[in-house]
């Protein structure tokens, strides 16, 4: 079975400075994908980004990036220019190419921006 | 607005009493499903549906039910609710087909207490 581990449980960053939250992940796919989900205190579920396994270039969207290393099953994200709306928890996911499409959440990164 | 709404937004019930919680989305995608969300946990799935009249288990199906009778529709059905039953639970929905057009798309979540 899949599973996603999120190892830092609490970061803080400074307003318009950069984080870096981790996750890692294990799976004996080879086709899938992973995303990083954001909750602010509303509880909505809102996607950050994507990332496809096949793809080696990493996924950028605006200030929020990834490092994916496939090899090491590793895909960080990283927040550049941090701002006040940033804070909230950050859930690393994992879905296969196939099947029940189900995604598998890491236990999430509580984000403080402190200004 | 495409969007996927469920009702209710927070319910407080006694353990038994049977309870149904609503999803519905209009963006006419084939997948829905639902998860919970507990603390350390993440997001769990409970039960999915690839479309009308095709459900099935998730990873912690037991003590809920689910029917698709509609695309639209995928009400969660909890007949004789228990106290560990108590989450937060969100609906997803997804279309099906080209991977890069399989973002799941999730409810605002409802609060369930049990006592």
């Known amino acids: 079975a899949q599973t996603v581990t999120q190892s830092q449980p609490e970061m803080s960053v400074q307003e318009a400075e950069t984080v870096t939250l981790s996750c890692t992940y294990d799976?004996?796919?080879?086709?899938?994908?992973l995303f990083w989900y954001k909750q602010p205190p509303s509880r909505q579920m809102i996607l950050v980004i994507r990332?496809?396994?096949?793809?080696?270039q990493n996924a950028t969207e605006n200030r929020f990036s990834v490092n994916f290393q496939k090899a090491a099953k590793s895909f960080s994200l990283k927040i550049s220019d941090s701002q006040l709306g940033d804070a909230a928890m950050y859930f690393c996911?994992?879905?296969?190419?196939?099947?029940?499409?189900?995604?598998?959440f890491g236990s999430g990164t509580r984000l403080q921006v402190q200004p | 607005e495409a969007q996927v709404t469920q009702n209710p937004r927070y319910l407080i019930t006694v353990t038994g009493k049977k309870l149904t919680v609503t999803c519905s989305q209009n963006?006419?995608?084939?997948?829905m499903s639902w998860y919970r969300q507990d603390p350390g946990l993440g997001l769990r799935q409970i039960y999915y549906?690839?479309?009308?009249?095709?459900?099935d288990k998730g990873d912690v199906p037991e003590g809920y039910k689910v029917s698709r009778k509609e695309k639209r529709n995928f009400p969660l059905i909890l007949e004789s609710p228990s106290p560990n039953q108590t989450s937060l639970y969100f609906c997803?929905?997804?279309?099906?087909?080209?991977?890069?057009?399989?973002?799941?798309?999730f409810g605002p979540g409802t609060r369930l207490t049990v006592l």
């Open positions: 997803a929905s997804s279309w099906v087909g080209l991977a890069e057009y399989n973002e799941q798309f």
């Open positions: 799976t004996s796919e080879s086709d899938y994908y």
């Open positions: 990332q496809e396994a096949y793809k080696q």
């Open positions: 996911a994992y879905r296969k190419d196939t099947g029940r499409r189900a995604l598998t």
């Open positions: 963006m006419n995608h084939e997948y």
């Open positions: 549906s690839m479309n009308v009249e095709v459900t």
